[in-house]
């Protein structure tokens, strides 16, 4: 037969070299994306830890410290960053986080967090309504807003 030779032992290091690259894009995991808390000037804290941070985006805390009303702020779920976001602010899926809102809605415990289809919309209304908060992603320019720190991380 005329043509290139290719040993068996070759195919199969090119092979492997192949399923590992693979391997490597197909398991990096969705939430690999970074996140930021942020909040008006006006009554959100400049740190929390991920419980308070976590009871406060399930409606379990409904007022900062100051006594301001705190305002959730949040991405529809369709934008792509929206699951991220579910699992590190809320240890769940988005539809679940949209199951949970929808029942404590109803039962009367909470009213619905704003949805925006944008991260500058979400600063828009964040910068101009005391006590809100919000999560865009790391690399978005927060401006005014003050940048929350969760377990000391501006970032995460």
């Not at 894009?25 to 740190?47: C, D, L, M, R």
């Not at 927060?142 to 501006?154: H, M, N, Q, R, T």
Request: hydrophobic share 40%.
């Amino acid at each position: 037969m005329n043509g290139i030779k290719i040993s068996m032992t070759a195919l199969t290091q090119y092979g492997l070299l192949l399923c590992l690259t693979l391997s490597f894009f197909i398991s990096t995991p969705a939430n690999s994306q970074q996140i930021k808390i942020v909040g008006n000037a006006e009554g959100t804290p400049v740190q929390l830890d991920s419980k308070e941070l976590r009871s406060i985006f399930k409606a379990q805390k409904q007022w900062w410290d100051n006594d301001t009303k705190i305002s959730i702020v949040l991405l529809k779920s369709s934008v792509p960053i929206s699951e991220t976001i579910a699992e590190k602010v809320f240890a769940m899926t988005k539809n679940e986080v949209k199951t949970y809102w929808i029942q404590i809605v109803f039962r009367g415990k909470a009213t619905t967090p704003k949805h925006f289809d944008s991260e500058d919309a979400v600063i828009a209304y964040i910068e101009s309504t005391p006590g809100a908060i919000g999560v865009v992603s790391a690399d978005t320019n927060a401006g005014s807003l003050k940048i929350i720190e969760v377990d000391g991380k501006g970032v995460w």
